[in-house]
Nanobody, 124 residues
Framework: VQLVESGGGLVQTGGSLRLSCAAS????????IGWFRQAPGKEREFVAG????????YYSDFVKGRFTISRDNAKNTVYLQMNSLKPEDTAVYYC??????????????????WGQGTQVTVSS
């Protein structure tokens, strides 16, 4: 499956962005999708994940209550709605796919497919 992220940009503290992860190539609805982010000089970290049906979602503690992950299998797209953004949310955001679901959502090495990333910058 090929993944393409979009929706990044520059936003002020407290603002919102919605990222999209568009998939093609294989049966998208068979894949669990995770969002990760990587800031300069830091390791890639898990942000949120969603199972194939959208019925199960997972979040890192630092985004709970601010970010929402969702998917529309008819459109082969996963979304990450980000509200109340903070400067520490600044990073390149990646979506990643694993057939059915990764055995551990937070481990980037368990995902087979990755997008190219989209930059999110939150100004203070």
């Amino acid at each position: 499956v090929q993944l393409v992220e979009s929706g990044g940009g520059l936003v002020q503290t407290g603002g919102s962005l919605r990222l999209s992860c568009a998939a093609s190539g294989r049966t998208f609805s068979n894949y669990g999708i995770g969002w990760f982010r990587q800031a300069p000089g830091k390791e890639r970290e898990f942000v949120a994940g969603i199972n194939w049906s959208g019925g199960l979602t997972y979040y890192s503690d630092f985004v709970k209550g601010r970010f929402t992950i969702s998917r529309d299998n008819a459109k082969n797209t996963v979304y990450l709605q980000m509200n109340s953004l903070k400067p520490e949310d600044t990073a390149v955001y990646y979506c990643a796919g694993e057939k059915y679901a990764p055995t551990s959502w937070a481990r980037p090495d368990l995902y087979d497919y990755w997008g190219q990333g989209t930059q999110v910058t939150v100004s203070s």
